[in-house]
């Protein structure tokens, strides 16, 4: 599981919420996909994303759900 960042920002040209997922907290808006404007009002909604580029560790902390345990910097909670 790669830590990604789910980015939301309004586009300065027609006031429409624009999404993009980030590998860092992306508050300059430099993946921002909008067509015409400029980011406003940068908001991050957390990381841990999973986009399946990343092999999860044999004794990683799972929930009942299948859910994993990721920290901040993309480790996980792991078993002994």
């Known amino acids: ?39 406003l009002d940068i908001a991050v909604s957390g990381g841990g994303i999973d986009d399946g580029t990343e092999l999860v560790p044999d004794n990683a902390m799972t929930f009942e759900d299948g859910s994993y345990v990721v920290f901040e910097d993309g480790s996980y909670a792991t078993t002994e």
């Open 1 to 39: 599981m790669a830590s990604k960042f789910q980015m939301q920002a309004k586009d300065s040209f027609d006031g429409s919420l624009v999404t993009w997922r980030s590998t860092f907290a992306d508050w300059t808006g430099v993946g921002f996909p909008g067509l015409v404007g400029t980011p």
